[in-house]
């Protein structure tokens, strides 16, 4: 009887360690092996990278996004070294103008949503693999994410980004990434001044009733010009001689 019980309850453990791992595994794609010190700051998600011959997306593991929410989310990236077999293989694609390619999942950066599951998907950016090599590794990452808070975006250049064909040495300059990473946010527009040209038009207001001289007409503020300008049109005409004559008849 001992035994069956204790098969029972190995199964038992076995299932309830199953559904704690599928849920752990939902929550903002953090695993059961996640540190405390990540669960408590913020929350990593996979930064992936492919550079195939026949341009096929075949993602690995470049490294790590360590994702810090709150009102200004933040972020810092660890990054593993490339294998002398994956620097072999980048120098090849460079040769043949192939795509050097990442990707990142979508993710909230919000700290009230990181309790909903993240929808799938990645996001991916590319540039040229020449590019990639004769930077030696250095490139400018950039996520982008929506006013909620929402990842709807990635982009990557390389410091420089011409192609020039330069030689590069691959234990020396194909090892390390060295890689400038930052979140943009949407920048709100500035709305109209309504405020202040109501304020202004309250000014000008208040300055006309403080001065009534300036509510008068034209023709109230001018009438004397007016007048003159009538008196000397009538006398100019008066003193004009009458145009043509006739011929006297006898």
Known sequence: MSRPLSVKVSVFFTVLLFVYTDFVCCNNGRRVGDSLETELSGFSVPLEHSFELDDAGKFQVRGSLLLKTGREPSVSLMQNQLSEEDRAKLKEVAAVDGLYRIRVPRVFLQADRQTECQMEGHLTAFVRACAMVESHLSDVITLHTDVSGYLIG?????????????????????????TTLSIMAPVNAPGPETALFLERMEIETEKKGKNPQEQKSFFAKYWYLILGGAIFLMVSNSAQPPSGGGREQS
Do not use: Q
């Open 154 to 178: 990635v982009s990557i250049v390389t410091i420089p980004g011409a192609c020039r064909g330069t030689e590069v040495e691959d234990e020396v300059d194909l090892e390390v990434f060295n």
